[in-house]
């Protein structure tokens, strides 16, 4: 374990506990609702009263909203500091002293092993948010579902209340599944991402389909399914080897 290290993820907090438990001694950690609800001088306040305390530092944004956080205010509070960058977007630009990991969700797997085990189903009802986090996700799931398109149907039940969610997933035809993207955010700005994708499989009338490891065995009839630690190795791996004096922009971007 090394120390000098400052996260900013964009929600997950079993991504918190990996990178600090088991790679980095005292990281100062700031996650997703911070970085959209906190005010900036106030977060900003805290980050400049804590970085001094680490003899050497990097700055690692995992996913977009700290990513871009850590765009727009790279010159106040981390000027010169090496970022190391976890992203799911497969067009993302490489920013100037960083490396990191360039990780895109496939979406079409889960499809091509939900056609076959279900051949009578010709809609699918994709679940996503209001966040931009979650239109990012829906953005990307849509471009690689389009090749589907001339054999299925597919109804993007976006950003709606969960009271809304609710009816429109427990009346659902007896030809279609349910595909959850993810829901970090309702349209009412109702922030209980954990509650609301947790209830899915239990509230549709239809199998529910997943593609993250955390849909195994809570309720998914299956999926092809994301595992977050081989990521997060590599992230670590980049961010130890810049705080061991490695340039960022000399490391590979995975």
């Known amino acids: 374990r090394v120390e000098g290290s400052c996260f900013l993820t964009a929600v997950y907090e079993n991504w918190r506990w990996w990178l600090c438990e088991s790679h980095f001694q005292e990281p100062i950690v700031v996650s997703g609702p911070f970085l959209s609800g906190l005010p900036l001088s106030d977060l900003s306040g805290s980050l400049r009263r804590r970085i001094p305390e680490l003899r050497r530092h990097v700055v690692s944004g995992v996913e977009d909203a700290a990513i ?15 970022i190391v960058f976890f992203t799911r977007d497969a067009a993302a630009a490489r920013l100037p002293n960083s490396t990191g990991v360039i990780e895109p969700i496939n979406f079409a797997r889960t499809i091509d092993l939900a056609i076959p085990l279900q051949p009578e189903v010709t809609e699918i009802d994709v679940v996503s948010g209001a966040s931009a986090r979650d239109r990012a996700y829906e953005s990307a799931a849509r ?42 955010q309702s349209v009412d700005g109702n922030f209980r991402p954990r509650e609301i994708n947790s209830r899915i499989p239990e509230i549709a009338n239809r199998p529910v389909y997943g593609w993250h490891e955390d849909h195994l065995g809570d309720g998914f009839v299956g999926g092809s399914l994301l595992q977050l630690t081989p990521g997060l190795t590599l992230l670590a791996e980049r961010a130890v080897r810049v705080l061991g004096g490695e340039a960022a922009d000399s490391i590979d971007v995975a």
Do not use: D, I
């Open 68 to 82: 871009g956080f850590v765009t727009r205010n790279r010159e106040s509070l981390f000027a010169g500091t090496p």
């Open 143 to 184: 471009a690689q579902l389009q090749p589907f398109a001339s054999r299925l149907t597919f109804k993007y039940l976006s950003g709606l209340p969960l009271p809304e969610l609710e009816g429109r997933l427990g009346s659902l035809p007896p030809t279609s599944v349910v595909f959850p993207l993810l829901v970090a």
